[in-house]
T-cell receptor, first 113, second 119 residues
Framework: GQQVMQIPQYQHVQEGEDFTTYCNSS?????IQWYKQRPGGHPVFLIQ?????EVKKQKRLTFQFGEAKKNSSLHITATQTTDVGTYFC?????????????FGQGTILTVHP | GAGVSQSPSNKVTEKGKDVELRCDPI?????LYWYRQSLGQGLEFLIY????????KSGLPSDRFSAERTGGSVSTLTIQRTQQEDSAVYLC?????????????????FGPGTRLTVL
């Protein structure tokens, strides 16, 4: 089945530092999604990327989809304590199971004030 | 508007008992998913319903697990003869997949989850 590797598993930063998490797949992806889960909360959708080389920004967050559509990254500029949580990438299986998402293991972000 | 709701929020049961977890998706959403999240872990896909199609049960870990979706809306996940390793947070999500260039837009809306503890 579809597998996706997400790194790093943990990241500790000082408030104001940047943060990046990466997702890598051995197979070409049709698209990729990113979710954020606050401690004690449930995952919340951030974005879906579809096009090769796509770059999208949401305020301090920048999302990239690789040219080969095998990797993606989420970059946060000047982290704030509100950015604390786990960031997951999720990929959609091809074929008929277009709705089934396979999630990465997540990157747990801690921001020290 | 109302989001995805799940009940109960917490369930403590004894090993060997059966449990039922309920999910009320967002009205009009055609797709419904169940995931399992163990402490500090990622999300494990369990089952997926889309409209009237046969569900994708490929993630169910054993035949003790089953799910149904009645009337294309409410879903129930049933775990029979619970084991301690079934302890986890069970998350439900719903979506309305939309065909777009390059695939389908499929933003999933998650419920708050049911925390299951098997003693």
């Amino acid at each position: 089945g579809q597998q996706v590797m997400q790194i790093p598993q943990y990241q500790h930063v000082q408030e104001g530092e940047d943060f990046t998490t990466y997702c890598n797949s051995s197979t070409t992806l049709s698209n990729i999604q990113w979710y954020k889960q606050r401690p004690g909360g449930h995952p919340v959708f951030l974005i879906q990327l579809v096009k090769s080389g796509e770059v999208k920004k949401q305020k301090r967050l920048t999302f990239q989809f690789g040219e080969a559509k095998k990797n993606s990254s989420l970059h946060i500029t000047a982290t704030q304590t509100t950015d604390v949580g786990t960031y997951f990438c999720a990929v959609i299986a091809g074929g008929t199971s277009y709705g089934k998402l396979t999630f990465g293991q997540g990157t747990i972000l801690t921001v020290h004030p | 508007g109302a989001g995805v709701s799940q009940s109960p929020s917490n369930k403590v049961t004894e090993k060997g008992k059966d449990v039922e977890l309920r999910c009320d998706p967002i009205s009009g959403h055609t797709a419904l998913y169940w995931y399992r999240q163990s402490l500090g872990q990622g999300l494990e896909f369990l089952i997926y319903f889309q409209g009237n199609s046969a569900p994708d049960k490929s993630g169910l870990p054993s035949d003790r697990f089953s799910a149904e979706r009645t009337g294309g809306s409410v879903s129930t996940l049933t775990i029979q003869r619970t084991q301690q390793e079934d302890s986890a947070v069970y998350l439900c999500a719903s979506s309305f997949p939309i065909k777009i260039a390059g695939g389908r837009y499929n933003e999933q809306f998650f419920g708050p989850g049911t925390r299951l503890t098997v003693l």
